[in-house]
Structures are given as C-alpha cells and as structure tokens.
C-alpha cells in the first residue's frame, strides 16, 4: 500500500546532513552571497547524476542562510545558487539550533565520540542539558519531517552523521516505506565511555541510529565500538538483523585534487610560501587542519619543539608549516584552543628563530589553493589527532605531494586503517615519540620516501567519494 504521505512527484534518493552544499552571506545593502562547499558528500551526489531526482536536506547555519530560506518562500533553493543541485534547506528556529548543534551535538556528543572532556569536572550532565536535548529531539523531527515530505514511495534517504542520530528512528515512524541509512563521520566511542551519558540518552541515541536499514562507519573499529555499545546499552541481542552495519572508508578525490592543485592560482601560493620557509633546500613539515580540539595541534608544536631539541642539526634546515582554520568560533573551548595554537607557534618562534629563519609559519585564514599549495611542497605530513573518524588531508597530501612525502600518522586516526603500513605511525599523546617519529621521517632516504607515498596514494584513493556515495545507497538497494 502506498505510505499516505508519500510525494507523488517526491525524490528518489534524499541526502540529509546539517551542512549543506551551499550557505549565504547577507552583505550590508541587503543582498545575498551563496558560496558553495566542497568535501565528500558534493562529490559523492554529483556522481548519481543530475537526472537522479535527489533532494538533499541541510539546516540553516546563520542569518543569510535563513534569508535564504525566506526568499526561497521555505522550499528549494535556487538552483544557480548550488551548481543544479536541489537543496531544501530547513529554517529551524535559532534558538533551537544553537542548542541542538553547538549545545548538545558539538559539546557532548562531539567530546564523546572523541573522549575530550577532562572528567574531573566535565560533563555536567544537568537541567540545562535536558532542556537542549529536547531542542535536539526537535532539530532531528524537523529533519524527519522534512524528509517524509520530500521523498516518493520507497525512496532512498542517506541521513548523515552525530547532528542527526535520532532522525532514522522518527521518519521510520512516519515513513515505514522508505529505505533508511544513517553515516557516522565520527569515531564511536567505546562504551565505558559512550555510558557517560545517562542510560536513557544513550539508549535513545543508539535506537535513533537502528532505526536505520543500513548504519554505517569509516572503519571497522568504528563500526565495532558502535555494536559493543548496542550490546552494553540495550542487550546482548542487539543489533537485531534488522539493521546492518556497514563500513565504507570515504578516500581522497583523486582526480579533482590532481587537477585543481596545478591550476595557476596553487602555483601563485607556492612561490609565495616557498618565500616565507626561505633558504635553498630547508624541508617542510606540513600540517593543515581546521582548529579542532582532537586534531591535536599544539601537541604537534610540542614535538616540533622537541625535535629542535634533541636534533640541533635540524635547526635552519627545517620549517613546520601550519595552517590552523577557524571552527566552531561560537564556543568558548574552541576560541581558547586556536589562542593556545598562536601562543605555542609564537612561543617557539621567539626561542628558536634567526635573522633568516621562521621555524613555524602559522596561517590561520582558510585558503584552499594555499592549502594544496603546502601538500605539493610537504616533505614530511603530520597528522597527530587525538582521535579521528578519518582525517581526510591524511589522504590527501601523499596525493599532491611533488616530490613525495612521509606520512607521520596517529594509530588514533581512522586513516590509520587503509595507510598505516606505509607511514611512520605514532601515539598522539607521546610527545617524544613524535619528535623522533619526525626525525626519521626528515631522514628517510628519498627512495623509501617515493615508493611509500606512492602506496599511501594508492591506498587513499581506493574509494572515491563518488564511489564512497553509491556504496551507501546500493547498501539500500537503490
Ligand atoms: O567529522 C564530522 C563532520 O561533520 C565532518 O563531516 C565535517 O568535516 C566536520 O565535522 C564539520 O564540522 P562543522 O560543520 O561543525 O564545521
């Protein structure tokens, strides 16, 4: 029988994510600015076609966007704004946003899912947690019901990531015909962990996701923890047959990063950052993140500074190239940690730096060409998180490196799964351990160096994200 609610002209396949492909600014005379993003999940949709009948379902982020939204009359966004893309994108309430995303999912489930509370003191799992809860319960049913509208009877819905762990359960509950998957992007945590959050959240959270047909990781052990959990949480028995656990490793965009990093704009910022390391031959130590507090950058700085220490040969003849961006500035942690990354870089400038030497050069202003500019000049490519449901530049540098590059990984990293062979792997937390992890990496004879990017290339690009994408919706049959 067909569902009551399903649209008769509705999408085939639908894509559900808090950040979609496009956002707004709202510039002071009033008009509006679309810029469009990148990453996985544009290149992953891009690869079923425009004629596929996809919807993809995305929050509001912040003022222009929701103008967006209202000049659009609530529905789809223009498609000159997303490249033909057709993006419905949700208007949810401020307030209840802010408390869904940098409330619950940025600041709990985040700093589960990649163990960062300092537990002596945090969370403080109190009323006032309960009461953004509830906004992300609401967050989630906007989503779900957005979703039941959009999609035709028996359609695909890809729903992704923490923002959105409840929605598989509540569009099961209005749409039984459709076929469901959840993606997580995050590590899952382990469940001594997990279970720091109180039985009745984390029971609700792991129902949420098995509401899904198909719940899916970056890695195995992602995967794994999530079924300890389930086990933990709701009994031995669960998950039933009734959700299957997938597991389909996002690589790196082999095609698009090859080109795009030799277009002149990239060419412009090499010689310009080539300037600022300076001296014939000095090598580089690259590293380019957002400032996130599991990627582990003042810890990096740290073993920089070590490695200056205990290998005094290395002084002038290396630069650490670190480019830092700006996330999540709304919340406090977040604004002190990029503070602590400026001061450490600085701090190590001040002791260590000559008349002609800058050993840290530290950007914090994002600049993609710039970023592909440093992957091409990286001899050595430190990727030290503390944990990581992939780390995708980890993939990406050994790609567009020139001359071929050492990768210095964390075991912590998903990466660690498909590239750990070919790199020189440490424990994040080890400082000294990284210092020498560094060293070896600086002093590996250029061959070595050259047949073990060559793996990691090949070895980051066996999924593409286009390929990555069909995976998830052929799981559902579609
Ligand atoms: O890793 C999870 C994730 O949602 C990624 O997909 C994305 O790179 C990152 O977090 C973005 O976070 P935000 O949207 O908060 O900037």
């Known amino acids: 029988m067909a569902s009551p609610m399903a649209s008769t002209d509705g999408a085939e396949v639908l894509v559900a994510s808090n950040r979609g492909p496009v956002s707004y600014d709202l510039r002071e005379d009033g008009s509006l600015h679309a810029r469009r993003g990148g990453g996985g999940l544009v290149s992953g949709l891009s690869a079923i076609g425009p004629d596929a009948n996809a919807v993809w379902v995305c929050a509001a982020l912040g003022d222009g966007d929701r103008e967006a939204v209202r000049r659009a009359g609530g529905g789809r966004l223009p498609a000159e704004d997303t490249g033909g893309q057709q993006v419905r994108m949700l208007d949810i309430d401020a307030d209840v946003f802010s408390d869904a995303y940098n409330g619950i999912a940025n600041s709990v489930l985040w700093f589960v899912h990649h163990m960062l509370y300092q537990t002596p003191l945090e969370p403080v799992l109190d009323a006032e947690f309960r009461r953004q809860w509830a906004s992300y319960q609401a967050y989630n049913r906007a989503f779900a019901e957005a979703l039941a509208q959009e999609a035709a009877e028996g359609a695909v819905v890809v729903i992704q990531d923490y923002h959105l762990a409840l929605a598989p359960r509540m569009l099961r509950r209005l749409r039984p015909d459709l076929r469901i998957g959840h993606f997580s992007h995050t590590p899952w945590a382990p469940p001594d ?8 959240i984390a029971a609700e959270l792991l129902s949420g996701i098995l509401g899904a047909d198909h719940a899916a990781f970056l890695t195995r052990r992602w995967a794994d923890a999530f079924v300890a959990c389930c086990h933990a949480v709701l009994g031995p028995g669960i ?6 656990i997938g597991v389909h490793g996002l690589g790196a965009d082999a095609d698009f990063l090859r080109k795009r990093s030799h277009e002149p704009d990239v060419d412009e910022r090499m010689r310009a950052l080539r300037e600022e390391i300076g001296g ?9 993140d957002r400032t996130e507090l599991s990627k582990n950058i003042v810890r990096g700085l740290l073993a920089y500074r070590q490695l200056l220490d205990d290998h005094p040969e290395w002084r002038e003849r290396v630069v650490h190239v670190a480019f830092a961006y700006p996330s999540r500035q709304d919340l406090a942690v977040y604004r002190d940690y990029t503070a602590e990354v400026r001061r450490v870089a600085d701090e190590i400038n001040a002791a260590y730096g000559t008349a002609g030497w800058t050993p840290v050069v530290l950007h914090v202003k994002d600049d993609f060409a710039r970023s592909l500019a440093a992957y091409r000049l990286a001899d050595v490519a430190l990727v030290n998180p503390i ?3 992939m780390n995708l530049v980890a993939k990406e ?3 567009v490196s020139d001359e071929g590059c050492v990768l210095v990984l964390s075991r912590e990293a998903g990466a660690y799964e498909e590239l750990g062979e070919d790199a020189v792997v440490v424990n994040p937390y080890d400082i000294g351990g990284t210092a020498e992890a560094l060293a070896l990496a600086l002093a590996m004879p250029a061959e070595e160096r050259a ?3 060559k793996r990691l290339a090949a070895a980051a690009t066996a999924l593409s994200p286009a390929a990555w994408f069909l995976e998830q919706v052929e799981a559902l049959g579609g």
């Open 193 to 200: 962990y997990f279970r720091l959050l109180p039985d009745d």
């Open 239 to 244: 998950p039933s047959g009734e959700t299957r």
């Open 280 to 288: 014939e031959g000095r090598r580089t130590i690259v590293r380019v």
């Open 387 to 389: 944990r990581d449901g």
């Open 397 to 399: 540098i050994p790609v």
């Open 451 to 453: 047949e073990r990017c």
